[in-house]
Antibody, heavy 122, light 108 residues
Framework: DVQLVQSAAEVKKPGESLKISCKGS????????IGWVRQMPGKGLEWMGI????????RYSPSFQGQITLSADKSISTAYLQWTTLKTSDTAMYYC???????????????WGQGTLVTVSS | SFVMTQSPSVSVAPGKTARITCGGD??????VHWYQKKPGQAPVLVIY???DRPSGIPERFSGSNSGDTATLTISRVEAGDEADYYC???????????FGGGTKLTVL
């Protein structure tokens, strides 16, 4: 069965760094994009960026460009979302999602991780 | 960047039909996908490529896309359908996915 398992919830202070993970299993990790989605409390879903696990081709949403770094380690089928300097406004639920196979310009996301809650508070 | 507009909320009585729209300039030329998001749960894909349904999604869920409007239709609405629904396309110039603002479906 296809699964995306995300790392556990985190509580951090402003200014700290953080890297959360998303481990894929049950499929060929390198054949799909992994996308990251933010949901702030009481708000809608926002795409942050996507990374192609096969070659680490990365695309960032303009709102998140320069604020986050996406990476992937295909040897362990794991994608990462990283911040170097957290802000209180980064408090949110973060989801990873797997793209459809061989998509280009029309991808949908068919499997989702369970979410990682990040709380940033002094 | 391509902008998609969804009504903030739709209300429908159980057993009736809910129509949730996603507007955008010539959105009919794009592939539209729909997700259901319930509180405390991960999003679930309910419609892809305008009108295809993933396995496990009830036939009550259907989709269409033409002109400037894509529509998610839920027939014979049940209490369990109450959720936020998001449309998604791939931005042609932005080269990454885009969501609409989401529609909250309330079952009366």
């Amino acid at each position: 069965d296809v699964q995306l398992v995300q790392s556990a919830a985190e509580v951090k202070k402003p200014g700290e760094s953080l890297k959360i993970s998303c481990k894929g299993s049950g499929y060929t990790f390198t054949n799909h994009w992994i996308g990251w989605v933010r949901q702030m409390p009481g708000k809608g879903l926002e795409w942050m960026g996507i990374i192609y696990a096969g070659d680490s081709d990365t695309r960032y949403s303009p709102s998140f460009q320069g604020q986050i770094t996406l990476s992937a380690d295909k040897s362990i089928s794991t994608a990462y979302l990283q911040w170097t300097t957290l802000k209180t406004s980064d408090t949110a639920m973060y989801y990873c999602a797997r793209s459809s196979l061989n998509c280009g310009g029309d991808c949908y996301f068919d499997y989702w991780g369970q979410g990682t809650l990040v709380t940033v508070s002094s | 960047s391509f902008v998609m507009t969804q009504s903030p909320s739709v209300s429908v009585a159980p057993g009736k039909t809910a129509r949730i729209t996603c507007g955008g300039d010539n959105i009919g030329s794009k592939a539209v996908h729909w997700y259901q998001k319930k509180p405390g749960q991960a999003p679930v894909l309910v419609i892809y490529y305008d009108s295809d349904r993933p396995s496990g999604i009830p036939e009550r869920f259907s989709g269409s896309n033409s002109g400037d409007t894509a529509t998610l239709t839920i027939s014979r609405v049940e209490a369990g359908d109450e959720a936020d629904y998001y449309c998604q396309v791939w931005g042609s110039t932005s080269d990454h996915p885009l969501f609409g603002g989401g529609t909250k479906l309330t079952v009366l």
